[in-house]
């Protein structure tokens, strides 16, 4: 069979390689093209664009780089027709990806579209569930709780399991357990844009901390020299994201994925989230029940249900205010006790029954 396969942004590329690779165990001709990074590129995939020439974020973002933006969706409709896939494979990416679902049931109706990793209209723009019901043939979601989302609203989505829980499973699995160490690690994002407007300002805060080291965790795809002007002599830089998490005291931590990372390796955190503009936007808290169907930000609070890790976004994103926030944490046993409960509620949520996606590879129905 012949698959193509999007994935926007680090994230999306690895857990896209390790559906690759195990379709590609069941099914040894297929034949994988599309859009993403070096796992797919490993994993057997003939790239057409590279995830780094198309990972923008935010509204801001895409508008200083709509012009790229266009080329990639003209990049990824060109591949498609030459192409001529009999499955299309979707994974997160929203804005990106449901322009080319739709274009694909238009000119490639005979294709099946699969969406892995929907977009999470369960915490915003929910008007886009029918939108994606419409365009894809199947929907397999990360989050036990998608299935009964959709199901309430008369859709269908398969709990496939959270890729990000099982990679942490088999790094486990792989690697002694370490002691944690007098640690401070960052993770500023895995684009270059979030990485020069976080990086800084956690810097700021963690060198106000004494007796502690600190880590910055380096993405796929960004080169050391994007981190060097601003770390200075003793402060070191990683590329084993979990290795780091798993041996630091606390972490500064981006928000995206690598809040639930941080959580399932069982590192207490502060978490932040850059926003242009943020003098104007810092009122989207007291707003945020107009705009949101969730009362958090991050994938663990959401997950918890609670405030569970502080979350600081646009103008509370400060170095006061994560300093206050990670001197907490290392004092305050009471509130990390706390906090790694939450974190194990987390993993028993995540670790319930689900289809596995190699059962639902083509090759084995």
Known sequence: MRYFIIAGEASGDAHAGVLIDQWSRLDPAAHWAGLGGDR???????????????????????????????????????????????????????????????????HLPKTRIIYYIPPKVWAWKSWRIHRIARLCDQIWGIFPFETDYYARRGYTCTYVGNPTAAAIDAYRAGTPAPQREPIIALLPGSRPGEVNACLPVMLEAARRIAGYRIE???????????????????????????????????????????????????????????????RFLGWIRRLQPLFFSIRHFTL????????????????????????????????????????????????????????AISDLSPARN
Request: one cysteine or more; aromatic letters at 6%.
């Open 40 to 106: 797919m590129a490993a994993a057997g995939c003939r790239l057409y664009q590279d995830y780094r020439q198309m990972a923008y974020m935010g509204f801001v973002d895409v508008l200083r780089n709509l012009s790229k933006v266009r080329r990639n969706l003209r990049i990824a409709r060109e591949a498609l027709r030459s192409e001529q896939p009999d499955v299309l494979i979707l994974v997160d990416y929203p804005s990106f990806n449901l322009r080319i679902a739709a274009y694909c049931r238009r």
């Open 216 to 278: 910055v965790t380096a993405a796929p795809g960004i080169e050391d020299g994007l981190y060097a002007p601003y770390m200075r002599e003793g402060e070191t830089l990683s590329r084993h994201t979990y290795a780091t998490v798993s041996r630091a005291t606390a972490a500064i931590v981006n928000s995206g994925t690598a809040t639930l990372e941080t959580a399932l390796l069982g590192c207490p955190q502060v978490a932040v989230y850059h926003l242009s503009c943020s």
């Open 300 to 355: 663990v609070n959401i997950l918890a249900d609670k405030e569970l890790i502080p979350e600081l976004v646009a103008n509370d994103f400060t170095a006061d205010n994560i300093e206050r926030e990670l001197r907490r944490l290392l004092t305050d046993e009471g509130a990390k006790r706390n906090m790694l409960a939450g974190y194990e509620h987390i993993s028993s949520l995540l670790h319930i029954p689900h289809t």
